[in-house]
């Protein structure tokens, strides 16, 4: 009798997730959008249930914002020649995002000051609500925006670091 011969159903299922798991790229742009996206995604929607129109605003402008200029910042200093430290790479991955963060909330924190500061002296009747939030929004835009971005960026050089030391070999 003839037999059919049936392919085996795992083959090539090993191949296409070997390809996608070999490295994981760090691009900025991405980074920045998403570090837009995310909380002025989940403050609107914080906005939307308690009804706080004033939230609403702030997840578009100062929160979404401060975040998206937080990534873009720590992710062009991470790409510099900050990034190529040895302390940066060889640290332990809780360190480096830890240091990151508390730098991101620190600037935020300027940020709101200089922010406050500038306004105050243009508009001397300081009736602005936002200006009110900066003090809230900025450090803490800061601190998660560089904390996700310090997190996928140590990600992405710690496996592409691996790869090359297993290719070398």
Same mark, same amino acid.
């Given at each position: 009798?003839?037999?059919?011969? *049936? ?9 296409? !997730?070997?390809?996608?798991?070999? !490295?994981?790229?760090?691009?900025? $742009?991405? /980074?920045?959008?998403?570090? *837009?996206? &995310?909380?002025? +995604? ?15 605003? #702030? ?6 914002? &401060? ?6 910042m720590i992710g062009l200093l991470l790409r510099s020649r900050v990034g190529h430290l040895k302390w940066v790479i060889g ?18 924190? *300027?940020?709101? $000051?200089?922010? @406050?500061? =500038?306004? /105050? =002296?243009?508009?001397? @009747?300081?009736?602005?609500? %936002? ?9 803490? @835009?800061?601190? +998660? ?5 310090? %997190?996928?960026?140590?990600? #992405? ?6 790869? !090359?030391?297993? @290719? /070398? !070999?």
């Amino acid at each position: 009798m003839n037999q059919m011969k *049936y392919p085996k159903r795992t083959d090539g299922v090993y191949d296409i !997730k070997a390809v996608g798991s070999k !490295k994981k790229t760090f691009v900025l $742009w991405r /980074e920045v959008v998403m570090a *837009y996206m &995310a909380p002025a +995604i989940m403050a609107g929607i914080g906005g939307l249930v308690t009804a706080d129109r004033g939230l609403q605003i #702030a997840a578009l402008t100062t929160i979404g914002g &401060a975040s998206a200029l937080m990534a873009l910042m720590i992710g062009l200093l991470l790409r510099s020649r900050v990034g190529h430290l040895k302390w940066v790479i060889g640290a332990p991955h809780l360190v480096v995002v830890g240091v990151f963060a508390m730098a991101g909330s620190s600037f935020g924190l *300027y940020a709101a $000051w200089v922010t @406050s500061v =500038s306004v /105050e =002296s243009m508009i001397p @009747s300081n009736h602005m609500a %936002w200006v009110n939030r900066v003090w809230i929004d900025f450090p803490l @835009s800061g601190f +998660i925006a560089s904390t996700i971005v310090t %997190w996928r960026w140590r990600l #992405a050089v710690t496996t592409n670091f691996s790869s !090359k030391r297993r @290719s /070398e !070999k």
